[in-house]
């Protein structure tokens, strides 16, 4: 095959086949908006967003769909789909025009403790805390999955599941965004025996692009999941596979610890923006806090008489963006073991003594920039998809790994990867996390306590009705890439693919660096320089959203072009 064409199959397909090969044709853009009718599913992986819409063209509803989804993804998206994990659904119920959020956030095992990954001279183990059985939390992604059906779907399990295991038992051709993604961790993975086995051949090398790859065991674990419901993973066969696994390992979670786990639903925060009503991710997610904070910052500005990326809109945006993060580091955690001020933080009288605090020409240095300044008071790779229906019902969903493959460590039999959600928790309060975020005593590790996130499922209202349901993967760049997506669409009134492809940056208060996408004009780079910001080339993208606008009876559907393998499916 020549380089010429190779490259153009890349750009156009996504995937170069391996040699001798055919390749797969798909003439269809998968970048461009999508719209349909009926029903449409936004995510990272094809396979998995066509389920979710036969599910739909079914009669099911979006959850029906959304749990379809989530399971096929722990199939085709091993980096971040997931049975071992957990994330946030949230839901818009249209026949009751309501909101409400499934926290299936992993949990700390019970005998978790504070001083978990200090080494003897006190300094933060990383590898322990990163990359070992220690770093998993209790998975909540098949309760939560569980719950969502059972509560809010119409279908049985055993029927949304289905697609998924004879996925795992029938194999797909790998494609080239997941022959990418395990070679971007083929070292690590590499590393442990089971986690070798399930994603490389017998000799050691990767399947190439466009050979069937089978996960036998996944297959074995969902089975148990369709026959037994909750009880299929959390007790039973699964459940002492992964306790033999944590024992062998000096691992910490116990048959209690699965047995004893719990989703809980709470109610989204709320904020408005310009007639538009934001509803959004509570804690333990810190993103709709401080999406809605900084929303409420900058309505007191008008950027468009700037304009969008220009370099007063970018600067304002920064500042707004250090005032919430800097919030974060103090105030953020379980709500269920700290105090968390949400409504002080998202009131509209504090983002306006927060303004004031914001120069127009002049960057203020993240070390003058306290938490709470204004206040008057002391008080991480994932994944995500987003689903409508013919019904009016909506959901935004965000769960994860952690870390791209989580732990990168596999359960012999299950199939499944363990996540590493250990490390989402302040392991040395003050001291920054894998995602370089200062985390305070209220993200301390305690057993039973859910580590704070920065995933943020967002929903946008308008005249009452859903109008935008986004989120994105990225760890602590996810509250910034789910702002810019809906500031794009609700203050430049751009279109969804636009809103999303536009260039991000994002500023998380420390360290004190801007980052930047390319796109960004090198001009507007030279004057926010000058205004004192110190502006860095990001290395990685600035997330990857997955959105769906709807807007007079009709669904328009975006995939993030900046990953491969996104898909929009819809009828």
């Not at 690590?188 to 089978?214: M, Q, T, Y």
């Not at 001020?341 to 303004?355: F, M, S, T």
């Not at 990225?474 to 890439?481: D, H, P």
């Not at 810019?484 to 669409?489: E, G, P």
């Amino acid at each position: 095959m020549s380089l010429l064409r190779t490259l153009f199959l890349f750009l156009i397909v996504g995937a170069v086949p391996a040699q001798g090969q055919e390749p797969i044709l798909n003439f269809e853009n998968r970048f461009l908006p999508k719209v349909a009718r009926h029903g449409m599913v936004a995510g990272p992986e094809r396979l998995a967003a066509e389920i979710g819409v036969d599910i739909l063209r079914q009669g099911g509803n979006a959850v029906d769909a959304a749990v379809a989804t989530g399971f096929a993804l722990a199939v085709t998206y091993p980096r971040a789909g997931n049975i071992g994990g957990g994330g946030f659904m949230l839901i818009h119920l249209a026949e009751e025009n309501r909101q409400t959020l499934v926290d299936y956030r992993e949990v700390a095992p019970a005998s978790a403790h504070r001083d978990l990954f200090l080494k003897e001279d006190g300094e933060v183990d990383r590898g322990r805390e990163f990359f070992s059985h220690q770093s998993a939390g209790v998975p909540g992604s098949v309760a939560g999955l569980i719950h969502a059906l059972e509560t809010y779907g119409t279908m049985p399990l055993k029927k949304v599941i289905q697609p998924a295991i004879e996925l795992a038992d029938k194999g797909f051709p790998v494609t080239f965004a997941l022959d990418s993604e395990i070679a971007s961790r083929e070292s690590r993975l590499r590393k442990d025996p089971e986690a070798l086995r399930i994603f490389f051949r017998e000799d050691g090398s990767r399947h190439p692009v466009g050979e069937v790859f089978r996960q036998p065991e996944l297959a074995w674990t969902l089975k148990q999941i369709r026959k037994r419901g909750r009880d299929g993973f959390y007790r039973g066969e699964v459940a002492e596979r992964i306790v033999a696994n944590m024992e062998a390992n000096d691992g910490l979670i116990s048959r209690e610890d699965l047995a004893g786990y719990q989703v809980v639903e709470r109610e989204p925060v709320r904020g408005s923006y310009r007639g538009y009503d934001i509803v959004a991710t509570p804690p333990p997610s810190s993103g709709g806090t401080h999406i809605i904070q900084m929303l409420n910052i900058l309505e007191g500005f008008d950027p468009q008489q700037w304009g969008h990326n220009s370099a007063a809109y970018l600067h304002h945006l920064t500042e707004a963006m250090k005032l919430a993060y800097a919030d974060r580091s103090r105030y953020l955690g379980d709500p269920d073991y700290t105090e968390v001020p949400v409504d002080a933080l998202i009131d509209k009288a504090y983002a306006a003594r927060l303004r004031e605090f914001i120069k127009p020409e002049q960057a203020t240095p993240s070390a003058a920039i306290q938490p709470g300044i204004a206040l008057g008071y002391e008080s991480s790779d994932t994944t995500h998809y987003t689903v409508a229906d013919r019904y009016g019902n909506v959901v935004s969903n965000t769960y994860t790994l952690n870390f791209s493959f989580g732990s990168h460590i596999a359960v012999p039999g299950t199939g499944m990867l363990l996540n590493n959600e250990m490390a989402d928790f302040a392991a040395k309060p003050g001291v920054p996390n894998a995602f370089r975020l200062i985390e305070s005593e209220a993200n301390r590790i305690e057993g039973g306590k859910r580590p704070l996130s920065s995933m943020t499922p967002t929903m946008v209202f308008r005249d009452g009705k859903p109008w935008l349901a986004t989120g994105s993967p990225g760890g602590s760049i996810i509250i910034t890439a789910v702002l810019q997506t809906i500031i794009n669409a609700m203050e430049f009134e751009m279109n969804i693919a636009s809103a999303a492809a536009a260039p991000r940056v994002h500023h998380q208060w420390m360290p004190d660096q801007l980052r930047i996408e390319r796109g960004i004009s090198p001009d507007t780079r030279r004057l926010l320089e000058a205004m004192g910001h110190e502006v860095i080339d990001t290395k990685r993208t600035l997330g990857r959203t997955q959105s769906i606008m709807l807007d007079d009876g009709l669904l328009y559907g975006a995939t993030d072009g900046r990953r491969p393998g996104g898909w929009v499916a819809g009828y």
